[in-house]
């Protein structure tokens, strides 16, 4: 009976969590000009205009460059960070680990503002590279608890088996510790890239008009215009969110498949 009322609980938990995204996705095919129930019609016109237009094309484009970006800096880093903290104990692994994961608890708003006080300065308020280092700054957080998730599923006695062998320790970790970490780091680039183009309060304060982001660009016409084509870019994230998290389940079930090795 408690397994049931556990099932039932987490049952309406997931609806409760989904209702709003279902309500959301068929109006981004609604042929009306006004986000209503019921539909007039079925039309792909938003989504043409989200292609057409240059506002929004600029907007995608941006979310590319400055969201592949900082994949690639907070894969770097994160993954730096979770080596250099791998094994390591007392006071100053834990401290070291406190101040990697700050940025994922501190207020973004807060970061917001200290980053447009100290960029400001350094002359990277807006500019891409500014909205990048950024982003990155939000990003590492993941990937350092991806990579270092992967790092300690590793069996140390395949790196002394390397070591025994006589490969050196930049050999060992190209050829081992970096192969069996692989999908935790690609899992982290994937978390990386989902939260720099979801992240708004931060390009907010430190992009200018030529980094308007896609998310930025949906928080000005929600408030200057609201239209379906708001609907579209919605579904446009759902589903590349989806598409992204399906790909990480596959990274981490392809390393699980790896390590148990195939079924006899």
Known sequence: MLRLWKLAFGLLAVLFLLV???AIL?????????LTYPMTGVSMR????????????????????????TAVFASVLGTLAALGLRGSTGRLARFGNLIFLMPMVAPIV?????????FTRLGLNNTYLGVIIAHTVISVPFVVISVSAALAGI???????????GASPRATFVHVTLPLARPGILAGAIFALATSLDEVVLTLF???????TLAREMFAQLRENLTPVIAAVSF?????????GAVNVFLRNSRRFRAEGPAE
């Open 155 to 165: 069996d140390p006695a395949l790196e002394r088996a390397s070591a025994n062998l």
């Open 236 to 244: 446009v994230f759902i589903v590349g969110t989806v598409c992204l």
């Open 110 to 118: 807060v970061l917001g503002v200290g980053m447009q006080l100290m």
């Open 206 to 212: 430190l992009g200018g008009a030529g980094q308007r």
């Open 26 to 34: 068929p109006l981004a095919f609604n042929d009306s000009s006004i």
């Open 20 to 22: 709003p995204m279902f």
């Open 46 to 69: 938003w989504f043409s205009e989200l292609v057409e237009e240059n506002i929004w094309r600029r907007a995608i484009l941006n979310s590319l460059i400055i969201g592949l970006s």
